[in-house]
C-alpha cells in the first residue's frame, strides 16, 4: 500500500496537480452544465498543497487508521474535493461523466456514505469543524498521530456553531486540528465582508488562542509554508490558515463575472474555458 510519498506520480509538480484539480472540476461541471464551478477553481491550490504536500493517506485504502484525515464542511465544494480525490487516485477519473448523476459515488453536494475519502457529509454550514474537533480529541485519545485538517468557508465564520468549535479546540489543545478557510469573499447573497467578517481574519483566531496564518490561497508557494508551519508549530494549540482566493481562477472570463457563487455556463463556454486553461497548462 502507498503513503503520499510513495505514490505513483509523486514527482509531478504542484502547479500541474492543481492544474488538474481545476481541469477535473471544469469538466464535472461540463456535465451539469452549471454549479459551484468558482469555488472548486479558486481552492484548487490549497487542495493541491494539501493532498500533495502535506496529507499522509493511501489512495487505495481511504480508510487506513493512520491517514490524515480531510473533512469537508462546506457540503456544496463537494466538486472540489472529488477533482482532488481524482486526482490523487482515490477515485478514477472515468467517473467524471457520472458526476451528479442517479446512482453517482460522487452527488452534487458531497455525502461520506456514497463517496470514498469523502469523510462527512458536509452542511448544513458551520457543522464541520465541530466533528473536526471530535476527531482530533478521539485521535488524541487513540494515540493516533494523525492531523484531521477541515475545510471551512468564509460564511461559515457567521455561525455561532463555528466559534464554538474554535473554543473547544482551544480548551482540549487540539494540536493535530488544522483549519482551512477558503476566503473568496462571495456568499449566496453577496460579499462576505457585508455580512458578520468584518476586520482581519487571523487576529480573530489568534485571540481565541489559535495558531493562526493567512496567505494569498492562490499561491502554491505561500501555501507550502503555511502548511508547513501548521504541521511544525511547536505549541500545543489548534492551527488556521486563512486562504485569501479569487473565485474561478485560471479562467479569466469566468473570473471576470460579477456573481459566480453558483455558475451556469453556457455550453460553448466549456470548451472555451478548458482551452483558456489548457494554454496554461504548467509542467
Not at 7 to 19: D, E, I
Not at 37 to 62: C, K, W
Not at 182 to 192: K, R
Not at 219 to 225: E, F, S, Y
Request: hydrophobic share 45%; aromatic share 8%; proline share 4%.
Amino acid at each position: 500500500m502507498q503513503t503520499r510519498s510513495e505514490k505513483t506520480g509523486s514527482n509531478v509538480s504542484l502547479p500541474r496537480r492543481a492544474w488538474s484539480i481545476r481541469r477535473n472540476a471544469l469538466l464535472m461541471g461540463e456535465v451539469q452544465g452549471q454549479g459551484y464551478i468558482g469555488q472548486a477553481l479558486g481552492v484548487a491550490d490549497a487542495l493541491a498543497t494539501a493532498y500533495f504536500h502535506a496529507m499522509t493517506y493511501r489512495a487505495d485504502d481511504p480508510e487506513w487508521e493512520g491517514r490524515d484525515r480531510f473533512y469537508l464542511s462546506i457540503g456544496h465544494y463537494a466538486i472540489a474535493l472529488y477533482a482532488a480525490l481524482i486526482e490523487a487516485g482515490v477515485l478514477p477519473e472515468d467517473e467524471i461523466p457520472t458526476y451528479g448523476m442517479d446512482d453517482s459515488r460522487m452527488p452534487m453536494s458531497g455525502m461520506a456514505a456514497y463517496t470514498p475519502g469523502m469523510e462527512i457529509t458536509g452542511g448544513s454550514l458551520g457543522h464541520g469543524l465541530g466533528i473536526a474537533v471530535g476527531a482530533a480529541l478521539g485521535l488524541k485519545r487513540k494515540n493516533n498521530p494523525a492531523f484531521v485538517y477541515n475545510l471551512l468557508s468564509d460564511g461559515e465564520l457567521g455561525e455561532g456553531s463555528t466559534w464554538e468549535a474554535v473554543m473547544s479546540a482551544v480548551q482540549w489543545k487540539l494540536d493535530n486540528l488544522i483549519a482551512i478557510v477558503d476566503f473568496n469573499n462571495q456568499q449566496a447573497d453577496g460579499p462576505t465582508r457585508d455580512a458578520l467578517a468584518v476586520g482581519a481574519e487571523a487576529p480573530k483566531w489568534a485571540a481565541f488562542g489559535w495558531y493562526a496564518q493567512e496567505v494569498d490561497g492562490n499561491d502554491l508557494d505561500a501555501l507550502v509554508a503555511a502548511f508547513d508551519n501548521a504541521r511544525n508549530h511547536a505549541e500545543a494549540k489548534p492551527r488556521v490558515i486563512i486562504c485569501n482566493t479569487k473565485m474561478c481562477k485560471g479562467v479569466p472570463f469566468l473570473e471576470a463575472r460579477e456573481s459566480n457563487h453558483f455558475i451556469r455556463v453556457e455550453a460553448d463556454e466549456w470548451a472555451k474555458a478548458l482551452a483558456v486553461l489548457d494554454e496554461g497548462k504548467p509542467l
